[in-house]
């Protein structure tokens, strides 16, 4: 069994200097597990100041969005070549950016092979909508965004891709998904990838789950059948709680072993 990944998503909470104690006090509270490989994923503003201050053995950093282009006039936009020497990982097609910010499926395409290009990790979001979940649209949903989101990268690339799967209907509703149903989910993504690329890479990409992840609930999520780790969204905004968190994914990892 590879590291468990755990991932924070600050999203638009704090300012520069917030982030800058938030991380000292997180380098207090979680302990360095060589089984768990820990990400955070702060505001743009903060990612260049937290680069200086980061324990790298302890945590890597990622952004949470990028343009699709490399450079030119797009202004006000962030590339992955921006990026590069930054951070690790790139979030891509947070179900956030999709619904609030109508990111189209092909437009996140074009997300994930800019990161990609520039030699950073995308973990490309997926998961379906409250509405889509009682029309019993799952499935569909599953197959038509991972198909779409992992269009332009190679045989060799698709094994730099981490896959979230997110329903958007526990998104901080405290509407806990079952481990059965994210299980499942979790076997129709890593399907999708073996009708397109064999089963060697879907068995190397990482899937991991996202959606009121918490410390009680964490090594339930981190047990459940071909989950590699989580994406934290409230919860990280918690150094206590991330850390405890953490502490679950080194046990569940201890226990796979």
Avoid at 64 to 75: L, P, W
Wanted: negative net charge; proline residues 2%.
């Amino acid at each position: 069994m590879g590291k468990k990944l755990i991932v924070a998503n600050w999203k638009m909470h704090f300012t520069v200097g917030q982030a800058s104690l938030f991380l000292h006090r997180l380098q207090e509270h979680v302990t360095t597990h060589r089984d768990v490989e820990t990400v955070l994923c702060p505001n743009f503003l903060a990612l260049q100041s937290l680069s200086l201050q980061i324990d790298r053995h302890k945590f890597k950093l990622g952004a949470q969005n990028c343009y699709e282009k490399d450079e030119g006039a797009f202004t006000g936009e962030v590339s992955a070549t921006m990026l590069h020497g930054l951070v690790n990982y790139v979030i891509v097609g947070h179900s956030e950016r999709r619904h609030i910010l109508a990111e189209s499926d092909k437009l996140i395409a074009k997300k994930v092979a800019a990161v990609v290009r520039n030699n950073l990790t995308p973990i490309l979001c997926v998961g379906e909508s409250e509405v889509e979940r009682k029309h019993g649209e799952t499935r569909d949903v599953l197959h038509d965004q991972v198909t779409t989101g992992i269009a332009h990268l190679t045989a060799s690339e698709i094994k730099q891709l981490v896959i979230a799967y997110e329903p958007v209907w526990a998104i901080g509703s405290g509407d806990f998904a079952k481990p059965g149903d994210v299980a499942e989910a979790v076997a129709l993504i890593r399907q999708q990838i073996k009708a397109l690329y064999g089963t060697p890479a879907s068995l190397m990409v990482r899937v991991l789950y996202g959606g009121s992840v918490d410390a009680e609930n964490a090594s339930t999520y981190l047990a459940t059948e071909s989950v590699d780790g989580l994406l934290i969204g409230g919860a990280s905004l918690n150094y206590d709680v991330f850390g405890r968190i953490v502490a679950s994914a080194h046990q569940i990892a201890e226990q796979e072993k």
